[in-house]
């Protein structure tokens, strides 16, 4: 373990949503390493015991639970038993996502649906069950919500994932305005295109290639670059911080994106149609 990452956690319970992989289990090793307790959940159970398992061979404290954070019992069976036990809960990282590419005019419902229910309503539970046991112990704390930056720069064939993480932004800022008389902080962090299990079969196509050309920083996003961001937003040292989103996207965002190769020929023109159109998307949680 880095020994300059320890101690600003020391003490405090966190919970990492979507913990199974990818950035949150990144997020889930650096919370431990700066010393918090954490308790990884996830619909992948599996998934989250390797990663708690992984952590605690390395001395770190670290608890998994199988969660789907779209069922309402669920949620309050996770307060209730694995987090009641911890007696505490200083930071939620509510990482949980999914995402799906597609043409606007072929989104089935359902997908569109999905969307709304993992994204945005699952991280409400999240957030509401989190923001509660805060404040009833009255000692404060973090929220952090994966957002992405298809939140602030919409992306063609992504209709459903930015609007559903664009709603999730306005959701931190509502958030952070009403728990600031608890000292509870609430922030998001929003991913660029990230190299994890979400996106390994989008930039197996070339895809990638294309990010690292037009993000400024000359590469696509690592789950540790986010990692890092949240336990910034975690610790103390962000005590005055709320409300934000922050940018972790290598300055891609500040770029007209065309990296997708999209073809916006007009509908008359042969083969109009985009090509990715059943690739999880990037910029997620997991």
Same mark, same amino acid.
């Given at each position: @373990?880095?020994?300059?990452?320890?101690?600003?956690?020391?003490?405090?319970?966190?919970?990492?949503?979507?913990?199974?992989?990818?950035?949150?289990?990144?997020?889930?090793?650096?919370?431990?390493?700066?010393?918090?307790?954490?308790?990884?959940?996830?619909?992948? !159970?599996?998934?989250?015991?390797?990663?708690?398992?992984?952590?605690?061979?390395?001395?770190?404290?670290?608890?998994?639970?199988?969660?789907? $954070?779209?069922?309402?019992?669920?949620?309050?069976?996770?307060?209730?038993?694995?987090?009641?036990? *911890?007696?505490?809960?200083?930071?939620?990282?509510?990482?949980?996502?999914?995402?799906?590419?597609?043409?606007?005019?072929?989104?089935?419902?359902?997908?569109?649906?999905? *969307?709304?229910?993992?994204?945005?309503?699952?991280?409400?539970?999240?957030?509401?069950?989190? !923001?509660?046991?805060?404040?009833?112990?009255?000692?404060?704390?973090?929220?952090?919500?994966?957002?992405?930056?298809?939140?602030?720069?919409?992306?063609?064939?992504?209709?459903?994932?930015?609007?559903?993480?664009?709603?999730?932004?306005?959701?931190?800022?509502? @958030?952070?305005?009403?728990?600031?008389?608890?000292?509870?902080?609430?922030?998001?962090?929003?991913?660029?295109?990230?190299?994890?299990?979400?996106?390994?079969?989008?930039?197996?196509?070339?895809?990638?290639?294309?990010?690292?050309?037009?993000?400024?920083?000359?590469?696509?996003?690592?789950?540790?670059?986010?990692?890092?961001?949240?336990?910034?937003?975690?610790?103390?040292?962000?005590?005055?911080?709320?409300?934000? !989103? $922050?940018?972790?996207?290598?300055?891609?965002? *500040?770029?007209?994106?065309?990296?997708?190769?999209?073809?916006?020929?007009?509908?008359? !023109?042969?083969?109009?149609?985009?090509?990715?159109?059943?690739?999880?998307?990037?910029?997620?949680?997991?």
């Amino acid at each position: @373990m880095d020994s300059s990452r320890h101690g600003r956690l020391d003490g405090r319970v966190a919970l990492v949503t979507g913990g199974a992989g990818g950035i949150g289990a990144a997020s889930a090793l650096r919370l431990a390493e700066e010393g918090a307790t954490v308790v990884i959940a996830d619909r992948d !159970a599996e998934g989250a015991e390797r990663v708690a398992a992984s952590l605690r061979a390395k001395g770190l404290p670290a608890d998994a639970v199988a969660l789907d $954070q779209t069922d309402p019992a669920q949620v309050a069976a996770m307060f209730d038993g694995p987090l009641a036990a *911890h007696d505490r809960l200083d930071v939620c990282f509510a990482n949980a996502g999914w995402g799906r590419v597609g043409a606007f005019l072929d989104v089935p419902e359902t997908d569109w649906r999905r *969307h709304v229910e993992i994204n945005l309503t699952g991280t409400f539970l999240v957030c509401q069950a989190a !923001a509660r046991r805060m404040v009833e112990r009255g000692d404060g704390g973090s929220i952090i919500v994966n957002t992405s930056n298809g939140a602030v720069a919409p992306a063609a064939l992504f209709a459903a994932y930015c609007s559903t993480k664009a709603a999730l932004n306005m959701l931190v800022q509502v @958030m952070a305005g009403e728990l600031g008389g608890y000292d509870i902080r609430v922030n998001a962090v929003m991913p660029g295109v990230t190299a994890t299990g979400m996106t390994r079969e989008m930039l197996a196509t070339g895809i990638g290639e294309l990010i690292e050309a037009e993000t400024p920083m000359g590469r696509v996003g690592r789950p540790e670059d986010v990692a890092a961001a949240v336990a910034y937003l975690a610790s103390d040292d962000s005590a005055y911080v709320t409300g934000t !989103a $922050q940018l972790v996207d290598g300055g891609a965002t *500040h770029l007209v994106p065309r990296w997708f190769g999209t073809d916006y020929r007009r509908r008359g !023109a042969p083969d109009w149609r985009l090509r990715h159109t059943a690739v999880d998307a990037p910029g997620g949680a997991s």
